[in-house]
């Protein structure tokens, strides 16, 4: 079989976490053939030492790119003028995978985190891809709220909310029904160990370090579940598959380089965009299995506190702004030839339509609401990006 997934990992430190994904696949059977990782990272970090670790794993193919490697990169496809459309040194770089992912064949995306390890008793590989495969009947969440708590199950004994969840929307009325699920787009797998959490609600859980005294277990987790239209749910990078076409509308938003110095809602912003776009287009996010644990090393809960504050209260109404948004750029797109929901062209129009709101409205009754502005403007250059790439011939057979 060939190479049809894209495994991305930012990674600055503990890249060897990623022997542990491979032996899992081993252990379960899963064709490791199909794997292609790319690990970004930075110049600062010892690459050397990546690419001995991608070399000895010999059934695995992958690459390692710092910082010069990436603007070698952008050059040779052509797109060097969009390379601030990925910071450096912040998790957002996940970007740049994307990008590579764009620029080859590969059909499916996942997204590991360096801090993570798989569990034994799931093949980690396997359960996302049947995920993306899963047609059939599925517990549906909603709240009163229109926000759904991924650790709603057992939310009443833990009173866990993770990183990114609005604290408008807390203390909601959870509603649950069972619905019938056949186009999948991404499956995002849950955590143990060190829940997901933002510094404010660290700080409320009693810890200094970053992590968090109220830990998550296998316990905390029943069956697996959709968000119902309509209703938002914050998206971790750290351990979700996803497919190819959702790519236009799933930018890791750029995070940390900014005036503003907003940094740590890459990712959960990525996931209102692409659920709204999922709403519209008729697709789902799949939550629960496969758990992975999260080891989220020691650290100042005040650094992470003084990396979120700029946008916590952008992060209060940014669904608000875009939960009207897309529809009608949706119809204008042309799916009459598309085999599975929705095809790339769609998720770029609900994006820029998104793209286009953000980046004309007058935000300034927000605190730092010039960055919704700056963040528009980002999402049309990736959108640019990705014509440019689609574009330019790919300088090698699968990149």
């Known amino acids: 079989m060939s190479r049809d997934i894209c ?17 899992n696949a081993r252990e379960h059977g899963f064709d490791l053939s199909r794997l292609e990782v790319v ?8 690459t050397d030492e990546m690419e001995a670790m991608l070399e000895e794993e010999a059934d695995v193919a992958g690459e390692v790119f710092d910082g010069s ?54 093949d980690f590989f396997g359960t996302h891809m049947d995920n993306l495969a899963f047609e059939g009947e599925i ?40 619905t019938h699920a056949d186009t ?53 990078s750290m351990n979700l598959a996803f497919r190819r076409e959702v790519i236009p509308a799933f930018y890791q938003l750029p995070m940390d380089e900014n005036e503003w110095d907003v940094g740590r809602f890459d990712d959960i912003w990525s996931g209102v965009f692409l659920k709204r776009a999922c709403d519209i287009l008729g697709t789902q996010i799949y939550n629960g299995d496969p758990l992975c644990e999260h080891n989220k090393a020691a650290r100042s809960t005040f650094d992470d506190l003084n990396n979120e504050v700029p946008g916590l ?18 119809a204008a797109v042309d799916q009459s030839g598309d085999a599975f929901g929705a095809d790339p062209a769609a998720y770029a129009a609900v994006f820029e339509a998104m793209a286009d709101e953000l980046e004309d409205g007058d935000w300034s009754a927000y605190n730092n609401g010039e960055f919704f502005n700056y963040v528009g403007e980002f999402m049309g250059d990736w959108l640019d990006c990705l014509d440019a790439i689609t574009a330019s011939p790919a300088p090698t057979a699968n990149q």
């Open 7 to 23: 495994v991305i990992v930012p990674t600055i430190r503990e890249y060897e976490c990623m022997r542990s994904y491979f032996d």
């Open 39 to 46: 690990l970004v990272t930075e110049d600062f970090c010892d």
């Open 69 to 122: 490697r990436r603007e070698e990169w952008y050059e040779a496809h052509g797109v060097s003028e969009y390379s601030h459309i990925v910071p450096a040194a912040s998790h957002a770089e996940t970007s740049f995978g994307l990008l590579y992912m764009w620029a080859g064949d590969y059909e499916y995306g996942f997204f590991i985190d360096d801090d993570t390890l798989p569990h034994d008793e799931w």
């Open 139 to 178: 517990e549906t969440v909603s709240s009163d709220e229109q926000w759904v708590n991924v650790l709603y199950q057992n939310a009443d004994e833990h009173e866990l909310y993770p990183r990114g969840y609005p604290y408008s929307a807390m203390h909601e009325t959870v509603e649950t029904e069972q």
């Open 184 to 236: 999948i787009v991404a499956s995002q797998g849950l955590w143990t160990n060190v829940p997901d959490l933002d510094a404010v609600r660290i700080l409320m859980d009693g810890d200094l370090q970053g992590q968090a005294q109220t830990r998550t277990s296998k316990d905390d987790y029943d069956d697996d579940f959709v968000a119902a239209e309509g209703n938002y749910l914050t998206v971790c």
């Open 313 to 330: 209260e952008l992060n209060e109404h940014l669904w608000e702004i875009i939960d009207d948004v897309g529809a009608e750029a949706a």
